[in-house]
Nanobody, 127 residues
Framework: QPVESGGGAVQAGGSLRLSCTIT????????FGWFRQSPGQEREGLAT????????YADSVKGRFTLSRDHAEKNTLHLQMSSLEPDDSAMYYC??????????????????????WGQGTQVTVSS
């Protein structure tokens, strides 16, 4: 089960670093991702990483957000967010593709492919 942390309130142009620890995941193959959801909106995929080290970003965050995997704690992900905008305000989640790699070839940040969501961490960006 993922546990997200690191959210908070920040002014536009600022930065935040989110973390997600995925407990109980013991498989060598993995496809993990970061997502966000605002009230009344569908969950949006932001970035994913797979066991080949491939990282994919959504266009909305490319160049501003960086996903990394913790060197010491392999089941911990980080999302470094910079140049934050008010539109980035949302609840941020990480998720696990439970069927990877059996059902698709690319670990794309498509929310229906993911499960085992955490409780999320709130990010609020003020103008």
């Amino acid at each position: 089960q993922p546990v997200e942390s690191g959210g908070g309130a920040v002014q536009a142009g600022g930065s935040l670093r989110l973390s997600c620890t995925i407990t109980g995941y013991t498989y060598s193959a993995y496809c993990f991702g970061w997502f966000r959801q605002s009230p009344g909106q569908e969950r949006e995929g932001l970035a994913t990483i797979d066991d080949h080290g491939t990282i994919i970003y959504a266009d909305s965050v490319k160049g501003r957000f960086t996903l990394s995997r913790d060197h010491a704690e392999k089941n911990t992900l980080h999302l470094q967010m910079s140049s934050l905008e008010p539109d980035d305000s949302a609840m941020y989640y990480c998720g696990v593709d439970p069927d990877w790699p059996w059902t698709r070839d690319d670990c794309l940040p498509v929310p229906p492919e993911f499960d085992y969501w955490g409780q999320g961490t709130q990010v609020t960006v003020s103008s």
